[in-house]
Nanobody, 127 residues
Framework: QVQLVESGGGLVQAGGSLRLSCAAS????????MGWFRQAPGKEREFVSA????????YYSDSAKGRFIISGDNAKNTVYLQMNSLKPEDTAVYYCAARRGRLVLPPPTAGDFYDYWGQGTQVTVSS
């Protein structure tokens, strides 16, 4: 059984920073890629960022580019999301996701790419 556990969410003022962490656990689990999605109240889940361990390719949504940085340690199945210059519109529940094996399509920006999901961590940005 693979479990993803997120941490690091909280309340922060606009312009502040937060660092989210996600650790995947499970016997013999090794991920091909990990990503972050978010869902704000009344809105659909949206892609934020992802990383493929092979080649360390990274992906960002337009809203995350220039403000968020994804990093991690594939040997530990851990991924981080450093979020800077936070805005009230970044308020959402942030979900970690992991893909076990190699997959060409859909891309890592799509929710269907992932096999496993965490329970989410709340990020609230006050104005």
């Amino acid at each position: 059984q693979v479990q993803l556990v997120e941490s690091g969410g909280g309340l922060v003022q606009a312009g502040g920073s937060l660092r989210l962490s996600c650790a995947a656990s499970g016997r013999t689990f090794s991920s091909y890629a990990m990503g972050w999605f978010r869902q704000a109240p009344g809105k659909e889940r949206e892609f934020v960022s992802a990383i493929k361990w092979s080649g360390r390719n990274t992906y960002y949504s337009d809203s995350a580019k220039g403000r968020f940085i994804i990093s991690g340690d594939n040997a530990k199945n851990t991924v981080y999301l450093q979020m800077n210059s936070l805005k009230p519109e970044d308020t959402a529940v942030y979900y970690c996701a992991a893909r076990r094996g190699r997959l060409v399509l859909p891309p890592p920006t799509a929710g269907d790419f992932y096999d496993y999901w965490g329970q989410g961590t709340q990020v609230t940005v006050s104005s």
